[in-house]
């Protein structure tokens, strides 16, 4: 399928959101002292988005500075769709990811779960969503998924590129994955994370 490349879906907005966020993060002093842990983030990392839960109805949680860019991109959806997008994860606990990472490899589809400690979902930088929209259609072809593959990344979201239509991982297996989406400048987060956690063992 053709694709806008990347660069050009972010544009001058998402850089300048994706830069902002980034900043915000390694100065955030409520991070300063405490230990961050994939799946354990301290309460003070993590916003609760009011009145929203998800599917399961579990608290709808993002790290603090991605918070504004992720409620945006809610109101943006709601505003083109008429209806709120259906979350179905956001913020996952250690505890959760290993459930999940148990029950999937019991089902033999254990390459799909991340391993616990590893989720960007235990960072609080990634959501769910529910694909199928008012069209009927789910995944790649609905247009929901069609919506947040031009527009999420104006927001700093994108659907990785290891998860987009016609993945596979070494060993040929799908990784297929429509409904994940998560911050474009992870790796520069975890960066932020590791210098925090050198600080404290210093």
């Given at each position: 399928?053709e694709?806008a490349?990347?660069e050009?879906?972010?544009?001058?907005?998402?850089?300048?959101?994706?830069?902002?966020?980034?900043?915000?993060a390694?100065?955030?002093?409520?991070l300063?002292?405490q230990?961050?842990?994939?799946?354990?983030?301290?309460?003070?990392a993590?916003?609760t988005?009011?009145?929203k839960?998800?599917?399961?109805?579990?608290?709808v949680?993002?790290?603090?500075?991605?918070?504004?860019?992720?409620?945006?991109?809610?109101?943006?959806?709601?505003?083109?769709?008429?209806?709120?997008l259906?979350?179905?994860?956001?913020?996952?606990?250690?505890?959760?990811?290993?459930?999940?990472?148990d029950?999937y490899?019991?089902?033999?589809?254990g390459h799909?779960?991340?391993?616990?400690?590893?989720?960007?979902h235990?960072?609080?930088?990634?959501?769910?969503?529910?694909?199928?929209?008012?069209?009927?259609v789910?995944?790649?072809?609905?247009?929901?998924?069609?919506?947040?593959?031009?527009?999420?990344?104006?927001?700093?979201?994108?659907?990785?590129?290891w998860?987009?239509?016609?993945?596979?991982?070494?060993?040929g297996?799908?990784?297929?994955?429509?409904?994940?989406?998560?911050?474009?400048?992870?790796?520069?987060y975890?960066?932020?994370?590791n210098?925090?956690?050198?600080e404290?063992?210093?």
């Open positions: 399928r694709v490349p990347l050009e879906l972010i544009g001058k907005q998402g850089k300048e959101i994706a830069s902002e966020s980034l900043e915000a390694s100065k955030n002093p409520l300063a002292g230990k961050i842990t994939n799946g354990k983030l301290p309460q003070a993590l916003f988005v009011p009145n839960q998800d599917n399961k109805g579990r608290p949680q993002v790290l603090v500075e991605i918070a504004d860019e992720f409620q945006q991109l809610l109101v943006d959806f709601k505003e083109h769709f008429g209806y709120d259906l979350l179905t994860d956001t913020y996952r606990s250690f505890e959760r990811q290993q459930a999940i990472k029950r490899t019991k089902e033999g589809r799909l779960a991340a391993t616990p400690g590893t989720s960007p235990g960072w609080a930088l990634a959501f769910d969503c529910n694909t199928v929209g008012s069209d009927g789910k995944g790649f072809d609905g247009e929901i998924y069609k919506w947040l593959f031009k527009n999420a990344p104006k927001r700093g979201f994108w659907n990785p590129s998860l987009q239509k016609g993945a596979k991982n070494k060993k297996k799908s990784t297929e994955e429509p409904w994940h989406w998560e911050v474009l400048n992870k790796k520069q975890l960066s932020i994370f210098a925090i956690e050198s404290q063992a210093e």
